[in-house]
Nanobody, 117 residues
Framework: QVQLVESGGGLVQAGGSLRLSCAAS????????MGWYRQAPGKQRELVAD???????NYGDSVKGRFTISRDNAKSTVYLQMNSLKPEDTAVYYC???????????WGKGTLVTVSS
């Protein structure tokens, strides 16, 4: 089992920045990919960014060039630096961890990001 705890959400004005953190605990050696997804009201959950254990990254089209995902393996923590935030970035952001061998997806409880215009 893997437990994920997110932090860093909040209210920010358009153009501002926030950094989200997600700390993993439990069977962390089983994790291959960690990432962030978001879900806005009335919309489906979508990929924001993910990062493999080797450091390869992948971003959703809407955040490319504005958001950066990083990972501190020593702290079992993944970060999402969000710059140039827009009102359409408003959503609940969820941390995700994928363990390939076990075919398991783990999710955090989510953290709300609100961007005001």
């Amino acid at each position: 089992q893997v437990q994920l705890v997110e932090s860093g959400g909040g209210l920010v004005q358009a153009g501002g920045s926030l950094r989200l953190s997600c700390a993993a605990s439990g069977s962390i050696l089983s994790i291959n990919v960690m990432g962030w997804y978001r879900q806005a009201p009335g919309k489906q959950r979508e990929l924001v960014a993910d990062i493999t254990s080797g450091g390869s990254t992948n971003y959703g089209d809407s955040v490319k060039g504005r958001f950066t995902i990083s990972r501190d393996n020593a702290k079992s923590t993944v970060y999402l630096q969000m710059n140039s935030l827009k009102p359409e970035d408003t959503a609940v952001y969820y941390c995700n961890a994928f363990a390939a061998v076990a075919h398991m997806d783990y999710w955090g409880k989510g953290t709300l990001v609100t961007v005001s215009s």
